[in-house]
């Protein structure tokens, strides 16, 4: 369909489907400044939402999600006799079985799922799925008919008041239930309610009306903050009783909070644990890389970054971590997959004991399923840690994963990426700065019609999608989401790896793979591999003056079908400017090259590597945990193999076992040949965590 221009194609999406309508209440902010007239001064407000109900309606019925949607809770185990239980999604923790027996029977529960972050607040079911509608902008104003002292207490009352306007349809429906449609056709009674309500520190203590040095979700003592032991949770009751005491003693004029009459919900247990802001930035950016750094000085710690030994996927800080001047969330997670591998032997035993037992509890709280084992190695884990350094806020992990399900679905990154797409994107789009929420809640609109319509012809044209995705040059890539290898055909050769349909390198000498690829014994070692194959009699020996066609990378379908890259290229020497690029390689055998046989050797199913081994994993630190390998040898000399690709299995990541101090000639590049001994690195992914633990 063309259009003759924008206000035809603006006048077209009038015309779509659009969803919920907006709608706008105005609140009345009396303040306590007397203006020039003899009247207190007033501030109009506008508060625009969506029926929350309504939204929860329209995703129980939306037919995109009738295959993922759940209707009651479940148990899960990982044995027949029902002894390692699964934590997983929200339907297979305890809170949704708890609330089941008090529904009547035949009702269902729809969990409801807040999310907010300054000015969104979203309900959310699945991040990537279109899942998650907007049901309000909360009205943010400095409150300037207030006097400075009260300004802050009206703030939050403001809060709370909007907040109860916005959810006040979810009281009688999650007393009552609301027939709805469901996406299996069959109409149900639901009970929508309040679950989980995800927010940074500051809003869970805005929530949960308790100062910023307080517990949100017990009645831990501020002293008392250090002890590993378990104190009573919050009581909505015992709260409403102290904020109407307050109000009865004229101390403060307080708020009714928004929760109180919510329905089956107990908003205490409702604030979730929070990886990014608490885990990544708090507990290891601000708490344990700052104390790190107070014992080994920045300097020793930079160098450490710079000599850390290259891996697919893997941030590599070239000028060490000092440098960096603003950090996310993923610096963060880069740092602590070699963290603990970097400082071991560099700091003593009791720190790294401390370092150790932390990585393991922030790795295991991102995992997106849990087990009872994970979650006793994870309270182990903090045992471990609370026996040197104590936090309080680690204690509700646990409890809220066996509650509510693995506590990687409450991420705060979730909330800060919607606030980009639902706040910052629509401001932007604005025409000026006049009634800007009418504008960004029409913006958003607009966005929502548009994506219906392209969900209907996406629907109508599934033959077209499908023939359109077989035009692609490399289909097998892109379903896989192999984004790091653009233009290059790739050819699947077997079920768990991938090379380039055609070497990049065609007719290499053995003398340039012996000296570019350090494949010093490559000519014995290939002799050795075809006799094994075919016997003496059958193998026709290889000459110097063969020539193969080499690979530079192969790709392997590791944990979890993930995609994993292992590179084998060449030395590069310098030239002009340019400076010299060593070989690359990875472990624990160490890949040299990737090659094809000249076709006169016969025909072979799958490319060969020439390979170098290290030892078997069997000497482990009993201080990190962490296997420490060094290179094999045989008759003095270095043990390489020529093997098949389809026996590798996945790659690892290999850092220097260095002791105090990081040799002066170490490099990123050099590192795995001048060094003697390594550690292997465990942290280096959730799989391979959970495979070496």
Not at 367 to 388: C, I, P, Y
Not at 557 to 563: A, E, M, R, V
Request: a negative charge; aromatic letters at 10%; hydrophobic letters at 40%.
């Amino acid at each position: 369909m063309l259009f003759e221009n924008a206000h035809s194609l603006l006048k077209y999406v009038d015309k779509l489907h659009t969803g919920l309508a907006w709608t706008c209440e105005m609140i009345d902010v009396e303040g306590d400044i007397i203006a020039e007239d003899g009247t207190l001064k007033h501030k109009q407000l506008e508060l625009w939402w969506h029926d929350p109900v309504e939204c929860m309606q329209e995703l129980m019925g939306n037919p995109a999600f009738w295959e993922v949607m759940l209707y009651v809770p479940k148990h899960a185990y990982t044995d027949a006799k029902g002894e390692n239980c699964i934590y997983d999604e929200m339907w297979t923790g305890d809170w949704w079985w708890n609330v089941q027996k008090k529904l009547p029977e035949g009702a269902m529960v729809a969990p409801v799922i807040l999310l907010s972050d300054k000015m969104t607040l979203p309900v959310q079911c699945q991040v990537l799925a279109h899942a998650m509608l907007l049901i309000g902008y909360l009205p943010v104003s400095k409150l300037e008919c207030f006097q400075k002292k009260t300004q802050s207490l009206v703030g939050y009352h403001l809060f709370h008041h909007a907040m109860s306007l916005l959810l006040h349809p979810l009281m009688d429906a999650g007393c009552q239930g609301r027939e709805m449609i469901c996406t299996d056709g069959y109409l149900c009674s639901v009970h929508p309610i309040l679950t989980t309500y995800i927010a940074d520190f500051p809003e869970q203590c805005l929530v949960a009306c308790n100062k910023e040095s307080r517990c949100p979700c017990c009645l831990v003592q501020s002293n008392k903050c250090g002890d590993l032991e378990d104190w009573a949770s919050c009581s909505m009751a015992n709260m409403l009783k102290t904020l109407q005491k307050f109000d009865v003693k004229g101390l403060h004029a307080v708020f009714d909070p928004f929760w109180k009459e919510l329905p089956f919900t107990n908003i205490f247990a409702c604030l979730t644990p929070n990886i990014l802001h608490q885990l990544h930035k708090g507990i290891f950016h601000d708490h344990l890389l700052q104390w790190c750094m107070s014992i080994v000085s920045e300097k020793e710690i930079d160098a450490c970054f710079q000599a850390m030994t290259q891996y697919p996927t893997l941030c590599h800080f070239k000028k060490g971590v000092s440098s960096v001047s603003q950090w996310t969330g993923t610096e963060h997670k880069e740092m602590q997959r070699v963290f603990v591998s970097l400082l071991a032997g560099a700091v003593d035993d009791h720190v790294l004991i401390v370092i150790h037992s932390l990585l393991d509890f922030i790795f295991y709280a991102q995992l997106q399923q849990h087990m009872d084992t994970t979650l006793a190695a994870m309270k182990a884990s903090l045992k471990t840690f609370h026996n040197h350094k104590h936090i309080h806020s680690l204690q509700h992990y646990i409890s809220l994963i066996q509650a509510l399900g693995s506590a990687d679905s409450y991420n705060t990154k979730y909330p800060e990426q919607l606030h980009i797409d639902y706040a910052k994107d629509s401001y932007h789009c604005r025409d000026n700065k006049h009634n800007y929420v009418e504008q960004m809640a029409l913006w958003l609109q607009c966005q929502e019609a548009m994506h219906y319509k392209s969900a209907y012809l996406a629907w109508r044209r599934p033959c077209a999608a499908t023939c359109e995705h077989s035009d692609d040059d490399s289909p097998s890539a892109k379903e896989k989401g192999v984004s790091s290898l653009p233009n290059v055909a790739v050819l699947q050769m077997s079920a768990h790896y991938k090379v380039a349909k055609t070497p990049p390198h065609c007719h290499v000498s053995i003398n340039c793979i012996e000296n570019d690829y350090l494949a010093l014994e490559f000519l014995p070692t290939l002799e050795q591999f075809l006799v094994s194959q075919l016997g003496q009699c059958q193998v026709i020996q290889p000459i110097r003056s063969d020539w193969f066609d080499v690979y530079n990378h192969l790709i392997i379908s590791g944990h979890g079908q993930s995609l994993q890259k292992i590179h084998a290229l060449c030395r590069i020497a310098a030239h002009g400017r340019e400076a010299k690029i060593p070989a690359r390689s990875d472990t624990l055998a160490q890949v040299r090259v990737i090659f094809n046989l000249p076709d006169h050797f016969g025909s072979y199913p799958h490319p060969l590597a020439y390979i170098k081994w290290f030892t078997a994993l069997q000497q482990c630190d009993l201080v990190s945990s962490l296997y420490i390998i060094t290179h094999s040898t045989r008759n003095h000399c270095c043990n390489v193999a020529v093997i098949s690709i389809d026996h590798i299995i996945c790659p690892c990541h290999l850092l220097v076992w260095c002791g105090r101090e990081i040799g002066k000639d170490w490099t990123t590049d050099s590192v795995l040949e001048k060094a003697t001994s390594f550690y292997v690195n465990s942290y280096i992914d959730l799989d391979t965590f959970l495979s070496l633990e």
